[in-house]
């Protein structure tokens, strides 16, 4: 009998049996595991989309347990080699915890556990895998001569990428029983880096100079060669920032390249010698020594971004040198090595645009979602409300009162609600609410998959200039057409990328929009429609102003989504108190201390809570004609509600409320 592929009844073996799994989820698991097998194509990688909440972690874990098993029926007494590449160092933890595996299969299996064999995998399944970390005692270079006698090694993305190509290498083989074999198949639980905007800064170099004084022993030969031209290409690379700072008042970003140096020493080939030899040595004083340094060779040979952002009140000075990197050697592709990735916006996230990804929907296994998004109209900017001023506070202060009215009469898990906002207001809401959140700190989380409420305050947005480098990511071309610039010419195209009227401005407005739509799919299911079985009512509030071109545009995608699976859109007005205070803080015409609409609510705050009055008293009062107070009472719909709502029984009488 021939050796056989693994198979879908290898696999569902070890399906955690305590699980009670959808039919949807089944059939995903069914077509992913196909796909694993059999897809050889390694010129592409093969990105599956099943929605968050479908199970993708436990599908890893699961078929991690599948390639260690032995089947004595189909001849398989050998591993299945295995990289796992993940974004998250808990789900590094979680995957990689056999014990845990072990003790939950025991309460599973019962008696048989230890009688028919069941804990001899899943004691052989904690011998066969390893975590890379960086957190540890044991040193990088002992972990890789470890890996080597592990079928499944487990790294995170950030680790993977900062590998040296020769270091890297190493993941892919392994030895088992003193027969030399191949981890073929990789697989990213979560977006890997197809590019990477990187960003050098004077720490960056600071950091790199001091790992090799404090790296470098004395017994290396050309210590000092190595230590005294990277100075040198330090000092002269922080003099040419010094340059490009001083020449503006104003904040500038530009390409530029010394063409003097189109190297980091006089002798690269000796340099890197050198610090190759060393690696373990200067990767303990900076670990991303390697990385940092192949970056500067490249802003070397080819030049960079330089970007310079003055300190004013509410920005925070940065001043750097930026590289858009190309990975896609990282994906060895059209080699012996198969990458898949499991990302469930993958489908609408920009980065992956890319001719290489082959992505696989998995919208037929999406269920109905019991969800209700209410949008509320309001600026919510990171400048607007994180800017410290009155128009801020009273912003955030709205919007918790609002929320507090909606939980109030709330049971049990009804009142508990995950707001999720910007890092800067954490503490803010804090104060207020229970659970809070902010932008870039959820994504893969479970805590809150029993919540059934979410305030979504503001959106993930970032500078235009961002979004240029995600789709130069995307289209290299773009990126090198740079170098063929003038620094003058680059300066007034990023000019214009920043004031949002470059050549480019509908891709990137499309690029933007998409990633907003991606962080705010990842943040909204952390809630109970997580649940493929969810059965309570989901209700998410986000607050944007949906009147702007932007999120116009971002609340049609978002409806668009959702709605084909039940969900249900319902747009409120900015909250009352808000409106009022924006007439209080426009500029009068010339010559005016107030406009109309402001004596009116001036008059109406002085006046004590439950007094009845008059229209011809606020008249006396304010100096306003009655025809005057007629025509600002219809054209101004905040005056002509407030006065609605004041109306008494009696005729002509109204109750400050």
């Given at each position: 009998?021939?050796?056989?592929?693994?198979?879908?009844?290898?696999?569902?073996?070890?399906?955690?049996?305590?699980?009670?799994?959808?039919?949807?989820?089944?059939?995903?698991?069914?077509?992913?595991?196909?796909?694993?097998?059999?897809?050889?194509?390694?010129?592409?990688?093969?990105?599956?989309?099943?929605?968050?909440?479908?199970?993708?972690?436990?599908?890893?874990?699961?078929?991690?347990?599948?390639?260690?098993?032995?089947?004595?029926?189909?001849?398989?007494?050998?591993?299945?080699?295995?990289?796992?590449?993940?974004d998250s160092i808990k789900r590094l933890e979680e995957l990689s915890n056999g014990r845990k595996d072990r003790e939950e299969a025991a309460?599973?299996?019962?008696?048989?556990?230890?009688?028919?064999?069941?804990?001899?995998?899943?004691?052989?399944?904690?011998?066969?895998?390893?975590?890379?970390?960086?957190?540890?005692?044991?040193?990088?270079?002992?972990?890789?001569?470890?890996?080597?006698?592990?079928?499944?090694?487990?790294?995170?993305?950030?680790?993977?990428?900062?590998?040296?190509?020769?270091?890297?290498?190493?993941?892919?083989?392994?030895?088992?029983?003193?027969?030399?074999?191949?981890?073929?198949?990789?697989?990213?639980?979560?977006?890997?880096?197809?590019?990477?905007?990187?960003?050098?800064?004077?720490?960056?170099?600071?950091?790199?100079?001091?790992?090799?004084?404090?790296?470098?022993?004395?017994?290396?030969?050309?210590?000092?060669?190595?230590?005294?031209?990277?100075?040198?290409?330090?000092?002269?690379?922080?003099?040419?920032?010094?340059?490009?700072?001083?020449?503006?008042?104003?904040?500038?970003?530009?390409?530029?390249?010394?063409?003097?140096?189109?190297?980091?020493?006089?002798?690269?080939?000796?340099?890197?010698?050198?610090?190759?030899?060393?690696?373990?040595?200067?990767?303990?004083?900076?670990?991303?020594?390697?990385?940092?340094?192949?970056?500067?060779?490249?802003?070397?040979?080819?030049?960079?971004?330089?970007?310079?952002?003055?300190?004013?009140?509410?920005?925070?000075?940065?001043?750097?040198?930026?590289?858009?990197?190309?990975?896609?050697?990282?994906?060895?592709?059209?080699?012996?090595?198969?990458?898949?990735?499991?990302?469930?916006?993958?489908?609408?996230?920009?980065?992956?645009?890319?001719?290489?990804?082959?992505?696989?929907?998995?919208?037929?296994?999406?269920?109905?979602?019991?969800?209700?998004?209410?949008?509320?109209?309001?600026?919510?900017?990171?400048?607007?409300?994180?800017?410290?001023?009155?128009?801020?506070?009273?912003?955030?202060?709205?919007?918790?009162?609002?929320?507090?009215?909606?939980?109030?009469?709330?049971?049990?898990?009804?009142?508990?609600?995950?707001?999720?906002?910007?890092?800067?207001?954490?503490?803010?809401?804090?104060?207020?609410?229970?659970?809070?959140?902010?932008?870039?700190?959820?994504?893969?989380?479970?805590?809150?998959?029993?919540?059934?409420?979410?305030?979504?305050?503001?959106?993930?947005?970032?500078?235009?200039?961002?979004?240029?480098?995600?789709?130069?990511?995307?289209?290299?071309?773009?990126?090198?057409?740079?170098?063929?610039?003038?620094?003058?010419?680059?300066?007034?195209?990023?000019?214009?990328?920043?004031?949002?009227?470059?050549?480019?401005?509908?891709?990137?407005?499309?690029?933007?929009?998409?990633?907003?739509?991606?962080?705010?799919?990842?943040?909204?299911?952390?809630?109970?429609?997580?649940?493929?079985?969810?059965?309570?009512?989901?209700?998410?509030?986000?607050?944007?102003?949906?009147?702007?071109?932007?999120?116009?545009?971002?609340?049609?995608?978002?409806?668009?989504?959702?709605?084909?699976?039940?969900?249900?859109?319902?747009?409120?007005?900015?909250?009352?108190?808000?409106?009022?205070?924006?007439?209080?803080?426009?500029?009068?015409?010339?010559?005016?201390?107030?406009?109309?609409?402001?004596?009116?609510?001036?008059?109406?705050?002085?006046?004590?809570?439950?007094?009845?009055?008059?229209?011809?008293?606020?008249?006396?009062?304010?100096?306003?004609?009655?025809?005057?107070?007629?025509?600002?009472?219809?054209?101004?719909?905040?005056?002509?509600?407030?006065?609605?709502?004041?109306?008494?029984?009696k005729q002509g009488y109204y109750k400050i409320g």
């Amino acid at each position: 009998m021939k050796k056989t592929e693994l198979t879908w009844d290898d696999f569902e073996t070890y399906l955690p049996e305590n699980y009670e799994f959808d039919e949807k989820q089944i059939e995903f698991y069914k077509m992913v595991f196909e796909v694993l097998i059999h897809n050889k194509d390694t010129s592409k990688v093969t990105c599956f989309g099943g929605r968050p909440g479908i199970g993708k972690s436990t599908f890893i874990k699961t078929f991690m347990h599948c390639c260690i098993g032995d089947y004595f029926y189909g001849r398989r007494h050998e591993p299945l080699g295995l990289v796992v590449i993940t974004d998250s160092i808990k789900r590094l933890e979680e995957l990689s915890n056999g014990r845990k595996d072990r003790e939950e299969a025991a309460k599973c299996w019962g008696e048989i556990f230890e009688t028919f064999g069941i804990e001899d995998h899943y004691r052989e399944f904690e011998k066969c895998v390893i975590v890379l970390r960086s957190n540890t005692s044991v040193s990088f270079e002992k972990q890789l001569s470890e890996q080597y006698y592990k079928p499944i090694v487990l790294l995170s993305t950030q680790r993977y990428f900062m590998l040296s190509e020769q270091v890297r290498e190493q993941l892919f083989r392994f030895n088992y029983n003193n027969k030399p074999l191949k981890r073929s198949i990789v697989i990213f639980d979560e977006c890997p880096y197809f590019s990477e905007t990187v960003t050098i800064n004077s720490k960056n170099l600071t950091d790199i100079e001091s790992a090799l004084y404090e790296g470098l022993s004395d017994e290396v030969e050309n210590k000092k060669f190595a230590i005294r031209e990277f100075k040198i290409f330090k000092d002269r690379l922080l003099s040419q920032m010094d340059e490009k700072e001083d020449s503006t008042k104003d904040n500038v970003t530009l390409y530029w390249k010394d063409g003097r140096y189109p190297t980091i020493t006089p002798n690269d080939t000796l340099f890197f010698e050198v610090v190759e030899k060393n690696r373990e040595s200067l990767t303990q004083q900076y670990n991303a020594i390697l990385k940092d340094l192949q970056y500067l060779r490249e802003i070397a040979e080819n030049g960079a971004i330089f970007n310079f952002i003055k300190k004013k009140k509410s920005d925070k000075y940065e001043r750097s040198i930026i590289l858009v990197r190309d990975n896609r050697e990282s994906f060895y592709l059209g080699q012996d090595k198969k990458f898949f990735v499991f990302d469930a916006t993958c489908d609408i996230d920009p980065r992956y645009d890319l001719d290489y990804v082959d992505i696989v929907s998995g919208e037929k296994y999406n269920k109905p979602l019991k969800m209700t998004i209410t949008n509320v109209k309001m600026a919510t900017s990171k400048n607007v409300l994180c800017n410290g001023k009155k128009q801020s506070f009273l912003t955030t202060n709205s919007i918790a009162n609002y929320l507090k009215n909606k939980i109030h009469h709330g049971i049990g898990k009804q009142r508990k609600i995950l707001i999720v906002t910007y890092s800067n207001l954490f503490q803010r809401f804090n104060k207020e609410f229970d659970y809070v959140g902010y932008f870039g700190n959820l994504k893969g989380f479970n805590d809150f998959k029993d919540f059934c409420k979410m305030a979504h305050i503001g959106m993930n947005r970032y500078p235009p200039t961002a979004y240029f480098y995600i789709y130069c990511g995307c289209n290299m071309d773009i990126y090198h057409k740079l170098k063929d610039m003038t620094e003058e010419e680059s300066k007034n195209f990023f000019k214009s990328v920043n004031s949002n009227l470059s050549e480019y401005q509908n891709i990137l407005d499309t690029v933007m929009l998409r990633c907003m739509l991606a962080d705010f799919e990842q943040n909204i299911f952390r809630l109970a429609i997580r649940n493929y079985g969810n059965t309570d009512d989901v209700h998410i509030w986000t607050f944007y102003n949906n009147g702007s071109d932007v999120y116009k545009a971002l609340s049609s995608m978002i409806e668009d989504r959702y709605k084909p699976y039940g969900a249900v859109f319902e747009y409120e007005d900015t909250p009352e108190e808000l409106q009022i205070e924006k007439i209080k803080n426009r500029k009068p015409p010339e010559g005016k201390k107030m406009t109309n609409a402001q004596k009116i609510i001036s008059w109406c705050e002085q006046q004590e809570h439950g007094a009845v009055f008059k229209i011809s008293t606020l008249l006396s009062d304010t100096g306003l004609s009655n025809n005057t107070f007629k025509e600002t009472r219809k054209s101004n719909s905040i005056i002509k509600k407030m006065f609605n709502e004041m109306k008494t029984e009696k005729q002509g009488y109204y109750k400050i409320g």
